[in-house]
């Protein structure tokens, strides 16, 4: 299984862009990246997925290069509910792979 | 996407009982797997929940310690047996649901020991 490391902890402040950055140097050519969100007492919560490229959605971006060694997940305008553990998982796509958590950015977000 | 019941949502338990958390999903999903978070800390995988059949456990844990059931594709229970403090965490159930193999967390039932 991939190894993914991200910076411990990121301080914002509401309406700002923040990038999360996420390196997965041995990433391989089957797998997947999948970043979550958890809130304090609550269970992680997906936020998006990607191969390649760059992968957007309602909440979300994920841009990845082409060597795919890296991911970077941008939360546009962020607000005070933003505040959270964001964790960067590496994993095939299939019924079979255990998806193992790293320690996961904590981003506060200030007024 | 799945959604997922635990069931307690949180329990305070005396040193050597044994308490049993259920997960209940309203669909019927393949894989379950099985969760602890204790404290300040990232979640680490106790075990996969194999249907109509044993589980799989991770390094580090043991089925005499946490047995786990699943009966069915929608229902696993996990049994944290002959608790001590250190058992104290949050114990979460996912699931891996549609299309695209997204996996989903319960709430967690959080667990202190005395």
């Known amino acids: 299984l991939a190894k993914t490391t991200q910076p411990i902890s990121m301080d914002s402040y509401e309406g700002q862009e923040v990038n999360i950055t996420c390196s997965h140097n041995?990433?391989?050519?089957?797998?997947?990246i999948t970043w979550y969100q958890q809130f304090p007492s609550q269970g992680p919560r997906f936020i998006i997925q990607g191969y390649k490229t760059k992968v957007t959605n309602e909440v979300a971006s994920l841009f990845i290069p082409a060597d795919r060694k890296s991911s970077t997940l941008s939360l546009p305008r962020v607000s005070l509910s933003d505040t959270a553990v964001y964790y960067c998982?590496?994993?095939?796509?299939?019924?079979?792979?255990?998806?193992?958590f790293g320690s996961g950015t904590r981003l506060l977000v200030r007024p | 996407s799945a959604v997922i019941s635990q069931k307690p949502s949180r329990d305070i338990c005396q040193r050597g009982t044994s308490l049993t958390i259920q997960c209940q999903v309203d669909?019927?999903?393949?894989?379950m797997f099985w969760y602890r978070q204790q404290p300040g800390q990232s979640l680490t995988l106790i075990a996969t929940?194999?249907?109509?059949?044993?589980?799989?456990?991770e390094s580090g844990f043991v089925i005499d310690k946490f047995p786990i059931s699943r009966p069915n594709l929608t229902f696993s229970t996990l049994t944290v047996s002959n608790m001590s403090p250190e058992d104290s965490s949050i114990y979460l159930c996912?699931?891996?649901?549609?299309?695209?193999?997204?996996?989903?967390f319960g709430a967690g039932t959080r667990l202190s020991v005395l």
């Open positions: 929940a194999n249907q109509g059949s044993e589980a799989t456990y």
């Open positions: 669909s019927q999903v393949t894989m």
């Open positions: 996912s699931v891996r649901d549609g299309p695209q193999d997204i996996q989903y």
């Open positions: 998982l590496v994993g095939e796509r299939d019924s079979s792979y255990k998806l193992i």
């Open positions: 041995n990433i391989a050519t089957n797998d997947y």
